[in-house]
């Protein structure tokens, strides 16, 4: 028989132990707070499902008034950002590849002379598909949005002409992912965060774990210097993450048939990068927590922003600019456009050379950092 | 020359001075105690001494390195056995002490880890994981591992607490034959039997050094008097104390020690007490234990006085 009888003053004596406890516990005091605080920021002004403001290249071959009413109507519907007018198709090519830009808008030198003549005038369109859900909506809507500049470019007469055949036909390329097939972009995606979740965290629990069982005063008194407890401890982790790429990468061909367009080493190198950022920035946070607990709350308060801002969940160009300036400060938003360009784009190592060097600035700031951090002394 | 030489050795945390210039002096192959109640700063400078804490004041040197720069080649000479039990608990008894072995690559590493555990008598259970130990055990696992190395100073923090006594006399056998092979050690101690087994003491109190020296050195300088009153009815002691002189009433037994330090006021009060009720006081030796508590009323008192002066 389980004893029901509750008696008020020590229902209220674990009561007010437990809101003791809980207020000294400052980590998780603040995580208590903070968790929501963040998450109703970045879901109520960051995160946008349907994205505007997409950069968008244009090659205006034709440069007369009618290109420029299409573009001005394009920039006015919000989804396009004009960032780049390169003078040359190839020189598109390179942007969009690249992840500069999600659109490539090519006017043909003959837009003008077509709608003037009647004949069907056309635009081409290349979007980097690799993220349906970021182009889906811009694309949507440039159709209307072009055939009405153009309508009302031309005039009255138009409208009727307007109404009777169709006028401006788009043509659609969607690069890299033409099916949109959402898988394609994820199953990439969750390789990073994969081994965010798991490097960051085991790493930071490993190094706490000594502290919390005081073996760390023993290592301490030991000889031995931070930098070879540091990497003794970072090394077996980078083997732990080895393993894990394997066996993303063999469920993302086996399983989800994600093709692989690019260059495996360049991948592999990427990957030792990018784990290389996350240990170090385990090892970060293990200078900070006491217990081990506290290493798991400081762990997913990294992992749950640069979740949402890195472009993994929701499109990085649909955020507001605060937004994505807070999301290019995570390794994680670097790595996730390294492992979708080099698998599906195909990507070199010039097209993620800024990527990669953003990842490398992460290692030597976090690396200087943990060994700042780390104590040789127990003062 | 000394094994460790230290002068002033000052430690602060925030506002508050854990370790109040502290010196002390230890020659090779002593066996000096380390005695203080609970927060008395032992620990802290234990740590200062074997390269763990950084001092804020002072200066020495320890096994002939400086103990301000040269933490590094203190810590290879050095063994430390900290007060809980820091080995790891998941791995087993030989997979620690193969650890220890790498880290002061000690060579060959297979037959010293052997022969170590052959001395501990654990070769048997050399795969039994180290948390399963027993505290006895747990102990002499973590002397061992710390000597492995073969240090010229071994500090040890509260080597025996919550361990039997059975445990604690072998255990302070080793250590005298350690000694006695020329291994200098530090150890600190609430035990009085074990103070009374090193060679000198020293004592701490709220971060000073309030005595050193052997255990007669420090009972005798402390200049107390104690009488003992045998087959004492119950209610004595409550009746001695508050009288002038009495400063310490203790039962043992059936036996009261009354203590105090100034002797004839002490034999006054105790003849008076005598004429009242009858009850007869010898004198007897002041105990180690009575000292100790001495200081530590003391330091109490000049806390008090301290916050008194403060706070007006």
Request: charged content about 20%.
């Amino acid at each position: 028989m389980i004893d029901l009888s509750v008696s008020r003053s020590r229902l209220w004596a674990v009561l007010v132990k437990e809101f003791i406890q809980m207020r000294r516990d400052r980590i998780t005091f603040a995580m208590m707070l903070g968790v929501p605080i963040m998450q109703l920021l970045l879901f109520g002004f960051a995160i946008n499902s349907d994205p505007k403001g997409l950069p968008t290249a244009i090659v205006d071959m034709d440069g007369g008034h009618y290109a420029r009413a299409v573009t001005t109507a394009m920039e006015t519907s919000g989804y396009f950002r004009f960032t780049d007018r390169p003078a040359t198709l190839a020189e598109g090519e390179h942007l969009i590849a690249s992840g500069e830009v999600l659109f490539l808008v090519t006017i043909p030198a003959d837009l003008g002379a077509r709608v003037d003549r009647g004949d069907e005038p056309q635009i081409l369109v290349d979007a980097d598909a690799t993220d349906p859900a970021a182009a889906s909506g811009a694309l949507g809507a440039l159709g209307t949005v072009a055939q009405r500049a153009l309508t009302r470019e031309k005039g009255e007469a138009a409208e009727v002409e307007a109404l009777q055949k169709k006028q401006l036909s788009i043509v659609v390329h969607r690069r890299y992912n033409p099916e949109g097939v959402s898988q394609y972009n994820i199953v990439p995606g969750l390789l990073g965060v994969i081994l965010q979740m798991t490097m960051v965290m085991m790493t930071a629990m490993g190094l706490t774990r000594e502290t919390e069982r005081g073996t760390m005063e023993n290592l301490l008194a030991m000889p031995a210097t931070p930098v070879e407890i540091m990497l003794g401890k970072i090394l077996p982790f980078l083997g732990v993450g080895a393993v894990q790429v394997v066996v993303v990468l063999v469920a993302a061909k086996v399983l989800f048939a994600v093709p692989f367009v690019g260059s495996l080493t360049l991948l592999m190198a990427s990957v030792l990068t990018f784990v290389l950022s996350l240990v170090l920035m385990g090892y970060f946070i293990s200078t900070f927590a006491r217990t081990q607990m506290q290493a798991m709350q400081l762990t997913f308060f990294f992992f749950l922003p640069s979740l949402m801002l890195s472009g993994f969940m929701f499109p990085f160009d649909g955020m507001p600019g605060w937004a994505r300036t807070i999301g290019e400060c995570f390794p994680l938003t670097h790595f996730l456009r390294i492992v979708r360009a080099v698998m599906l784009k195909g990507a070199d190592l010039q097209a993620i050379a800024w990527e990669w060097s953003m990842l490398a600035v992460f290692i030597g700031l976090y690396a200087a950092i943990a060994l700042t951090r780390f104590r040789q002394t127990l003062d | 020359m000394s094994i460790v030489s230290v002068q002033g050795l000052t430690k602060r945390f925030g506002d508050h001075t854990v370790v109040d210039h502290v010196s002390m002096e230890i020659e090779k192959g002593e066996i000096v105690g380390f005695l203080g109640p609970n927060g008395s700063g032992k620990t802290t400078t234990i740590r200062m001494i074997c390269g763990l804490l950084t001092p804020d004041g002072g200066s020495g040197t320890v096994l002939g390195h400086d103990v301000l720069t040269e933490s590094r080649s203190i810590k290879r000479r050095v063994g430390y056995m900290t007060q809980r039990f820091s080995f790891y608990e998941d791995l087993t008894i030989a997979e620690n002490l193969d650890f220890v072995a790498r880290l002061y690559e000690l060579s060959p590493r297979r037959d010293t880890v052997d022969r170590t555990l052959e001395n501990l008598g654990l070769t048997s259970r050399r795969d039994q994981l180290a948390g399963t130990l027993s505290g006895g055990w747990k102990q002499r696992l973590a002397l061992a591992a710390c000597i492995m190395h073969e240090p010229d100073l071994l500090l040890l923090d509260e080597p025996t607490a919550g361990v039997d006594p059975k445990a604690r006399r072998e255990f302070w056998d080793e250590i005298h034959l350690l000694a006695a092979d020329g291994l200098t050690v530090l150890v600190s101690t609430h035990y009085m039997d074990e103070a009374e087994r090193c060679h000198r003491i020293n004592y701490i109190s709220y971060g000073k050094l309030l005595a050193r020296g052997t255990v007669e050195d420090v009972v005798a300088g402390a200049g107390l008097t104690t009488f003992v009153a045998r087959d004492a009815p119950a209610d004595l002691a409550r009746r001695l104390h508050g009288l002038p002189a009495v400063e310490q009433v203790a039962p043992f037994g059936a036996t009261l020690h009354v203590v105090g330090a100034d002797g004839e006021r002490l034999a006054a009060t105790l003849a008076g007490v005598t004429a009242e009720t009858g009850i007869r006081f010898e004198r007897g030796e002041t105990s180690l234990e009575d000292v100790f508590i001495q200081f530590m009323a003391r330091a109490e008192d000049n806390m008090a006085g301290a916050g008194k002066g403060a706070s007006s």
